[in-house]
T-cell receptor
Framework: DTGVSQDPRHKITKRGQNVTFRCDPI?????LYWYRQTLGQGPEFLTY????????KSRLLSDRFSAERPKGSFSTLEIQRTEQGDSAMYLC????????????FGPGTRLTVT | DQQVKQNSPSLSVQEGRISILNCDYT??????FLWYKKYPAEGPTFLIS?????DKNEDGRFTVFLNKSAKHLSLHIVPSQPGDSAVYFC??????????????FGSGTQLTVLP
């Protein structure tokens, strides 16, 4: 399977704990995006990488959120001191620069903060 | 403010008939539009896209129409099949967003194709 993969698929954590999610993009894609989706809404942009450089962050990405993409391959999204409002589906997508808008999504990580 | 709107949360269609899903947008800087399909517990799957310089793009049973003056696009599925039952998201990319080209999504329409 050469699609975008994410791990874990589900995460339940207690408020105040830290969580980390991983995304492996399509291998030849140099762009990687993180989105968040809440119930009844479409995905909302969080941040994006071109190779290993994080080039843009949404205002939705508070200081408790940090993302990395070492060596321009997989990416991690960490949420520190989780809050109940962080409960959502976290989606990763990847694309090629030449058709950056044509983004391919992974299955997502569903986070539940209790 | 919602820049991409899908005003119909749900749509039911008989198998074999045409499904028409609608989307309106407000941002004149959108230059690419995409439709994604999403099954439960899966990520959105890219279906079809259209550039703002075109008014129609067709791929098999799926056709997307763009009316720039009305800031409206629609996805036609014909003939509809039960496997098409899913949530459909309209998305747009903003040429003024710089290098990111992040997508702005609508809230989705649940399509149910009845056998």
């Amino acid at each position: 399977d050469t699609g975008v993969s994410q791990d874990p698929r589900h995460k339940i954590t207690k408020r105040g704990q830290n969580v980390t999610f991983r995304c492996d993009p399509i291998s030849e894609h140099n762009r990687l995006y993180w989105y968040r989706q809440t119930l009844g809404q479409g995905p909302e942009f969080l941040t994006y990488f071109q190779n290993e450089a994080q080039l843009e962050k949404s205002r939705l990405l508070s200081d408790r959120f940090s993302a990395e993409r070492p060596k321009g391959s997989f990416s991690t999204l960490e949420i520190q001191r989780t809050e109940q409002g962080d409960s959502a589906m976290y989606l990763c997508a990847s694309s090629l620069s030449e058709v950056a808008y044509e983004q391919y999504f992974g299955p997502g990580t569903r986070l539940t903060v209790t | 403010d919602q820049q991409v709107k899908q005003n119909s949360p749900s749509l039911s269609v008989q198998e074999g008939r045409i499904s028409i899903l609608n989307c309106d947008y407000t941002n004149s800087m959108f230059d690419y539009f995409l439709w994604y399909k999403k099954y439960p517990a899966e990520g959105p799957t890219f279906l079809i896209s259209i550039s703002s310089i075109k008014d129609k793009n067709e791929d098999g049973r799926f056709t997307v129409f763009l009316n720039k003056s009305a800031k409206h696009l629609s996805l036609h599925i014909v003939p509809s099949q039960p496997g098409d039952s899913a949530v459909y998201f309209c998305a747009a990319s903003d040429i003024s967003s710089g290098s990111a080209r992040q997508l702005t999504f609508g809230s989705g329409t649940q399509l149910t194709v009845l056998p």
